[in-house]
């Protein structure tokens, strides 16, 4: 089975996951948006429902929850744009943060610590919108920088270089660091 079939594959048993366990969660997350963004999901209750998928959640993190997302969109059409976070909670694998090593690179772990300390929420810029000075086409960029905005480099529409951003026009989210 290739990638594409088996991210096909996540995405229809997440339906079907959501659709049946957490069909009540999810409609009262959809309902509260855009305030509650959060969907918390049991992994108990994933592994009970599906073990395959839940061992994939494990091995291929990135692509399962992605698949969850896409999900949570094709249950409501009406909240096809809607940005839903899935929380995973209660995983099987914890591990201490001093053994935390790089052989779980790109698996998904569960940490267990303790927070002595958090810095304040602050916002950040995580999709940028352009408008180009030349002839006003807005362009988004995806900014993976903490420390300094990403500009387009140059405008697809006429070749410009000089770039306004509009604050009011781009996506953020809430940051916290927590040692």
Known sequence: MNASTKSRTSVAK???????TYKDDVFE?????????????????????DPDLADLLIEKPEEVIEASKSAIKNIDPLVKDADINIR???????????????????TFVAADGIVRKTD????RIETGVFECRGCMRLHEVEQRSDSRIIEPSLCSECGGRSFRLLQEESKYIDTQTAR
């Open 14 to 20: 997440f339906e079907e996951f959501f659709a049946t």
């Open 29 to 49: 997350i959809l309902e509260k948006y855009p305030d509650e963004r959060s969907l918390t999901v049991d992994y108990n209750d994933l592994e009970m429902f």
């Open 88 to 106: 995973f909670e209660n995983l099987s694998n914890i591990i201490p943060l001093k053994t935390l090593l790089s052989k779980y690179i790109g």
């Open 120 to 123: 304040e929420i602050r916002p």
